[in-house]
């Protein structure tokens, strides 16, 4: 199955997505990524899932890969403001119920919108993002936020690499990183962008707001966990699942921080495993 590459207007913005269309009479599953990467991150999950006669589409948030990068004078990159921007662009490509998944950090905040209107989530799944107000940006990602180092790593293309491999723990191949690092190569603009995220992510107020709203959830929702994730600790995962009916967890013993670069398959069938379970 073809991912085909799209671009949409949404308000002054130009929000650009990865889509796979299949016939079938479940709805689609909207894909949201980790920072520093974009959509691309999907591409093994997008595949898999189609396999399955799951549709998806993957946007690349604004101020990331191939979307708008606005001003920070005109959008601020705090969690309230994606949470909106994703709003808008959900409403734009008229998608009335879909399933949700979400990983790492800015993930996080479709687990804010998933929280926020839940009304619109068939399903939701977590993959690796902060949960709790233990979750912390690791230091590497940190200092992309510092004035003066944070102007100069956020300019180095070669970050986007460097973060995957170690957050994954495993070599990724060449032809992909080329994808992962070219919005890098084009402009300066997303550089400045990542820095605007890092700098107004407001992880311990987006953590609380996810903490106490997921221990209440009734959407179904499955949290996939790398278990080996160098950054979060699935011990904090494991607690919310213990805390709420509705959720579900399912480990993945060798993946870490990105366990869609490299364990595909395995998400893509535990994720089909949950879209086809009965709600009791």
């Known amino acids: 199955m073809a991912i085909k590459e799209h671009q949409i207007e949404v308000g002054k913005w130009q929000w650009f997505y990865r889509e796979t269309k299949v016939e079938s009479e479940r709805p689609p599953v909207l894909l949201l990524h980790p920072i520093p990467t974009h959509s691309y991150t999907w ?5 898999q899932l189609a396999e399955q006669k799951i549709a ?6 604004l101020g990331c890969g191939f979307s708008a990068k ?5 959008f601020n990159y705090s969690p309230d403001a994606f949470v909106t921007a994703l709003e808008d662009f959900i409403a734009a490509m008229e998608l009335d119920k879909f399933y949700l998944v979400a990983q790492g950090y800015l993930g996080s905040v479709g687990i804010q919108y998933a929280l926020r209107n839940s009304d619109k989530i ?4 977590i993959l690796n993002s902060p949960l709790t107000k233990q979750d912390k940006l690791p230091w590497k990602m940190k200092q992309w936020g510092l004035p003066f ?12 690499d460097r973060t995957l491999e170690s957050g994954s723990g495993f070599v990724v191949p060449e032809k992909d990183l080329s994808v992962h690092r070219k919005p890098f190569l084009e402009s300066s603009a997303v550089g400045r962008s990542l820095m605007a995220i890092v700098k107004n992510l407001e992880l311990d107020k987006a ?3 996810i903490s106490q709203g997921l221990v209440k ?15 979060l600790d699935v011990d904090e ?8 009916s509705s959720v579900d967890i399912v480990k993945l013993t060798e993946a870490k921080h990105y366990p869609q670069e490299h364990w595909p398959e395995e998400i893509a069938i535990a994720i089909f495993q949950f879209f086809r379970r009965k709600v009791l």
């Open 122 to 125: 068939e399903r939701l799944v």
């Open 70 to 74: 606005p001003d920070k004078r005109d």
């Open 56 to 61: 998806a589409i993957a946007p690349d948030w």
């Open 217 to 231: 959830l009734k959407t179904p929702t499955l949290i996939l966990w790398g278990e080996e994730d160098p950054w």
């Open 149 to 160: 180092v944070g102007d100069m790593m956020t300019q180095d293309p070669l970050q986007v």
């Open 237 to 244: 995962a494991e607690a919310i699942a213990k805390s709420n």
């Open 207 to 209: 953590t609380t707001e």
């Open 43 to 47: 591409r093994g999950v997008m595949n």
